[in-house]
């Protein structure tokens, strides 16, 4: 199962030196956060949930958060992180094979950098709709095809990665899976700042290891910087590495 239990990023995990990376999977969840807030969502459903970071995120709003991986070390962490919240709960679940009839109710639906993952997109989002409301929302990203490095078949080079998608190609899927699309949002400043990270330190003495020391990582500093750096946005589309979508259930 290692396509989809042994790729993810824990933006808190002070292990984890990607400091624009971790800010680009936050700003996804404090997005989430704002638009439950907005809609007024009561239930929410997020797959490949991980420790339980964007679900401990999204419940300061007080929604009901139900999250939702195959890996149990990172279940059990997340239930670990999230003992003192009454309105959040995990469920270790194979995306690929389990039948989710059981998460039925959900006003909103989370699904973050996942899809390329598993065996059949197509069939897990039908199976993600039925889990919807009417008129339930998706919030999906998925890393962008222009981003994803492929062999000599075409196939992605990322072994964790079993397809690639562009824009026309996942509105497609979505809409075939039951849903309509209403926007199409961007992360590109994360990517952008990366490069030109990578630009200074080619031009200095600095070493990687030694500029991503002088960022701050606590989690109010990488909360903030995700808000300012990281929210999925409609413009520069060229300069981002995934797509995000807002879709609603037909």
């Known amino acids: 199962m290692k396509h989809i239990d042994k790729e993810y990023c824990l933006p808190f995990d002070s292990s984890n030196?990607?400091?624009?990376?971790?800010?680009?999977?936050?700003?996804?969840y404090i997005y989430a956060s704002d638009f439950i807030r907005k809609r007024n969502a009561a239930s929410v459903l997020d797959v490949a949930c991980a420790d339980g970071?964007?679900?401990?995120?999204?419940?300061?709003?007080?929604?009901?958060?139900?999250?939702?991986?195959?890996?149990?070390?990172?279940?059990?962490?997340?239930?670990?992180?999230s003992?003192?919240?009454?309105?959040?709960?995990?469920?270790?679940?194979?995306?690929?094979?389990?039948?989710?009839?059981?998460?039925?109710?959900?006003?909103?639906?989370?699904?973050?950098d996942t899809l390329e993952h598993l065996k059949s997109p197509a069939e897990f989002l039908s199976k993600i709709n039925r889990t919807l409301k009417r008129f339930g929302t998706l919030l999906l990203s998925v890393p962008k095809a222009d981003f994803e490095?492929?062999?000599?078949?075409?196939?992605?080079?990322?072994?964790?990665?079993?397809?690639?998608?562009n824009r026309t190609?996942?509105?497609?899927?979505?809409?075939?899976?039951?849903?309509?699309?209403?926007k199409v949002l961007h992360q590109p400043f994360t990517n952008l700042c990366m490069s030109l990270e990578k630009s200074a330190i080619r031009d200095t003495s600095v070493s990687i290891e030694k500029a991503r020391s002088f960022y701050c990582d606590s989690k109010e500093a990488l909360r903030f910087f995700a808000r300012a750096y990281a929210l999925p946005m409609p413009t520069l589309e060229e300069h981002s590495y995934s797509i995000f979508i807002i879709a609603e259930k037909k």
Request: net charge negative; aromatic share 10%; charged share 25%.
């Open 17 to 28: 030196p990607e400091f624009w990376m971790k800010l680009e999977h936050l700003g996804r």
């Open 53 to 81: 970071y964007g679900c401990i995120e999204m419940a300061q709003t007080g929604a009901a958060i139900h999250g939702l991986d195959y890996n149990a070390e990172l279940i059990k962490k997340a239930k670990s992180k």
């Open 83 to 112: 003992i003192s919240l009454a309105n959040v709960d995990f469920t270790k679940t194979n995306l690929n094979e389990d039948d989710l009839s059981c998460f039925t109710g959900a006003d909103l639906v989370t699904c973050f």
């Open 149 to 165: 490095p492929v062999d000599e078949h075409g196939q992605p080079t990322n072994e964790f990665h079993l397809h690639r998608f």
């Open 169 to 182: 190609e996942i509105v497609s899927l979505l809409e075939t899976a039951g849903f309509s699309v209403t």
